[in-house]
């Protein structure tokens, strides 16, 4: 039987007004359908529009409601059993890893995730879901989901369509087209992949890690490789860790994994989100700053944060797993569903962050004098103005006599509007990771790299 030879135009004839929909509804919002070449189906379907084979009176309506009824679907998908996804073993159809992605994406750009999402493959698919998880308002998510099905479904076969209308035999170029736009869309996903793991080209003269979701999860032990990775690292250059916990949790989930013979001297901790910095001397830790708050400022930070928890109702209907305001003297930090909420819990309560931007702003009107920014998956951390991590770095750098772009920091949100984000204008170089598993991959950079140069 000899080989038949099917083109791409022959092959969008062929599944026809059916095929294009489906594909296009499966991709807009059904998890296991992230692989569909939705955008450049849509330009070749509008490319035949042009040419008279399909009727765009009829196409563009239709592609635009599969993408929109895709979304739908995506965001109830989520709202009823997305949470179990973040506890789903990765499988054929199936990646955690997308989940991550699409999460760092909605902390980039928020609900317009929805829209800008649609242009870029395998968060298009997520964006809905984790909308849904999320609990995102389902009128909002509506408006964006339209506005975006209208932009992107009926845009780019539009343009297909008017190309079809103007150029001869324009079916003849589809190939070279499409994969243009198979290469466009790939762009970001390719600046993502290059900005997490971008190489280190030389040992930095000190080390700055954040600590929950980068070198441990969440309220847990670092691995034993990631521990012995770190007392190694200690002995060649400086490191410092960076978190919103407190010294004492900083103390029983880290300094407890390390081995027995690290060289604490040169290990430096910023707890509280670098308004206290701890350094190690004659054998015990002493405070060599700490931006406390007054009585009066602690009083005001607490009763405006309770205040805001009811009026803005973030927390409502929510069960809550342990302590959810830890007041300290220098930080007080809103645990929005309890400190003791699974990790699970915790990614899929807020993906987007907008419950947490509504107390947000509602806080920042309330207490001008006072830094309020969103943390991790569902903290809010309050401190004095001008303290935060970037602080941390400008001490750091001139306790060591170094610049601060002599330094690496590491930390999984460094994305816009992210807790670790704030260390970028000091000029420091910076590593962003998914989670614990890439940021061992790092200490293993690092450990060739100062190895190599501190032999030379």
Not at 214 to 243: D, G, I, R
Not at 428 to 453: D, F, M, N, Q
Request: aromatic share 12%; with cysteine; charged share 20%.
């Amino acid at each position: 039987m000899p080989f038949i030879h099917l083109d791409i135009p022959q092959l969008v004839q062929i599944i026809g007004y059916p095929g294009i929909i489906t594909a296009i509804f499966l991709e807009s919002g059904v998890f296991f359908g992230f692989f569909l070449p939705g955008g450049s189906l849509l330009f070749t379907s509008g490319v035949l529009a042009g040419t008279g084979i399909f009727n765009p009176w009829i196409l563009i309506p239709l592609v635009i409601a599969a993408a929109i009824a895709g979304d739908n679907v995506g965001y109830w998908f989520g709202a009823k059993v997305g949470r179990s996804l973040f506890k789903r073993e990765d499988s054929r159809f199936f990646k955690k890893k997308h989940l991550e992605q699409t999460q760092e994406f909605f902390r980039k750009y928020g609900k317009a995730t929805i829209i800008l999402g649609r242009f870029v493959p395998i968060v298009r698919t997520f964006a809905p879901i984790l909308a849904g998880v999320g609990s995102m308002e389902y009128r909002l998510f509506f408006f964006y989901n339209a506005l975006g099905g209208v932009i992107w479904a009926g845009g780019i076969t539009l343009v297909g369509y008017f190309l079809g209308s103007i150029v001869p035999h324009a079916e003849k170029y589809l190939l070279p087209i499409v994969l243009v736009i198979i290469i466009s869309s790939l762009i970001p996903l390719v600046f993502e992949w290059w900005r997490r793991h971008k190489p280190i080209r030389e040992c930095p003269r000190a080390v700055i890690f954040d600590l929950d979701n980068t070198l441990a999860e969440s309220f847990k032990v670092p691995t034993p490789a990631t521990a012995h990775a770190l007392t190694q690292l200690l002995a060649k250059v400086p490191v410092a860790v960076m978190s919103g916990a407190t010294f004492e949790r900083i103390d029983q989930y880290l300094l407890s994994a390390l081995h027995s013979d690290a060289k604490l001297s040169n290990l430096y901790l910023f707890p509280d989100t670098a308004s206290r910095a701890y350094t190690y001397k004659d054998g015990s830790w002493h405070m060599e700053y700490n931006k406390a708050f007054s009585k009066e400022e602690f009083d005001t930070v607490v009763s405006t944060l309770e205040d805001g928890i009811k009026q803005t109702r973030i927390c409502e209907g929510t069960q809550q797993y342990g302590e959810r305001i830890l007041a300290r003297e220098n930080q007080v930090t809103l645990a929005a569903i309890g400190i003791d909420a699974s990790a699970e819990l915790k990614a899929s309560w807020d993906p987007d962050r907008r419950k947490r931007n509504k107390l947000r702003r509602f806080l920042k009107k309330r207490l001008r004098h006072f830094d309020v920014r969103v943390s991790g998956r569902t903290a809010i951390d309050i401190t004095h103005k001008g303290v935060d991590k970037a602080l941390g770095v400008k001490w750091l750098a001139e306790h060591l006599d170094i610049l601060p772009t002599d330094m690496l920091f590491v930390g999984d949100d460094l994305g816009r509007g992210g807790n670790d984000a704030m260390v970028i204008p000091t000029g420091i170089h910076t590593r962003e990771v998914s989670g614990p598993t890439e940021t061992a991959k790092v200490l293993e950079e690092l450990l060739t790299l100062c190895k190599v140069e501190s032999e030379c």
